[in-house]
């Protein structure tokens, strides 16, 4: 029988509070650089989506290095009528990347302590 672990106390990486980034890009997309007169902001959410899954699966590569396969992937992954053309994806992308290498949009997971204090040295 093999050893059982807790996984409490197995060590992740970063996590993202996605609704929180969709609100951020809700209130600025008009004015970032990727922005398309003629697109509203749900035409980027799965652009936006992708980016912020690739960064989350590949945050120690640098995105350079991903790009010879990334608009294969995207293709892949996004359904056609949902999909960017891929020069607006990779900047929306490329910007993804940015915020969560600045730093605002994630924080490393922290294990849970549960550890019990004992309330037998106070009295």
């Known amino acids: 029988m093999g050893t059982i672990r807790d996984i409490r106390s197995t060590p992740q990486d970063v996590m993202l509070d996605i609704d929180a980034e969709l609100r951020h890009w809700r209130g600025c997309y008009r ?16 652009t936006l989506k992708f980016g912020y899954d690739l960064y989350l699966l590949n945050h120690r590569a640098e995105l350079e290095d991903l790009l010879s396969t990334l608009k294969q992937r995207y293709e892949r992954s996004i359904p056609e009528w949902q999909r960017l053309d891929w020069p607006l994806s990779e900047a929306i992308i490329r910007e993804t990347w940015k915020r969560m290498r600045s730093g605002p949009s994630w924080r490393r997971m922290q294990p849970l302590n549960h550890g019990f204090r004992s309330t037998a040295a106070s009295m």
């Open 31 to 46: 004015e970032s650089a990727f922005h398309r007169g003629s697109r509203e902001f749900d035409d980027y959410i799965p």
